[in-house]
């Protein structure tokens, strides 16, 4: 008799799970899905500054540097198919970083002329910056990597750098926050 109670109470909570399950994935009365606005952000007046600190508020958001390295950078604001997206600009030697929030606003990155190039190895390594893909592009001496998370996208270039030593740079990229 056991055996049977605790049958027919596991089939109750099934069909509960069950009914749960169906009603959670029906899709919405209109049929459409409903995608979010990526956040825009305000009109700032440009800055010039080796100070990390003041482009990283201005910026207002975490991005890439080369540690122990020193920096200039510019921040401000560029409009994109109607929409702003701040962008920072940061110059080291022989290497510059772009950054661009929100991540839509990506083709403000883009370097013309330049040559997409695979960096997968025998055994198949894929390249990344930071646990983000990275694509990387080239024409002669010019070297770009280009990468994004779900709210920004970054561009890091040289015109000085071999190959290795470029990718090898990349490698020693930090998060600032």
């Not at 370097?111 to 002669?140: N, Q």
Request: proline share 5%.
């Amino acid at each position: 008799m056991k055996k049977v109670l605790a049958f027919l109470f596991f089939l109750i909570v099934l069909a509960v799970f069950c009914l749960y399950a169906v009603v959670a994935i029906r899709p919405s009365e209109s049929g459409s899905t409903r995608l979010l606005e990526a956040e825009e952000p305000d009109v700032i007046r440009t800055v010039e500054s080796a100070d990390l600190a003041q482009l990283a508020r201005l910026f207002d958001h975490a991005f890439p540097v080369l540690p122990d390295a020193g920096v200039y950078g510019t921040v401000g604001t560029e409009r994109l198919e109607g929409k702003n997206a701040r962008v920072l600009k940061l110059e080291f030697a022989g290497l510059t970083l772009h950054c661009v929030w929100p991540a839509t606003a990506a083709p403000l990155l883009l370097e013309p002329d330049l040559t997409v190039m695979s960096l997968y190895t025998e055994d198949r390594y894929r390249f990344s910056v930071l646990s983000m893909p990275a694509i990387y592009a080239e024409k002669g001496e010019r070297r770009c990597l280009y990468f994004s998370d779900e709210s920004a996208a970054y561009r890091l270039y040289t015109e000085s750098m071999g190959r290795d030593e470029f990718l090898a740079a990349a490698q020693r990229l930090q998060w600032y926050k």
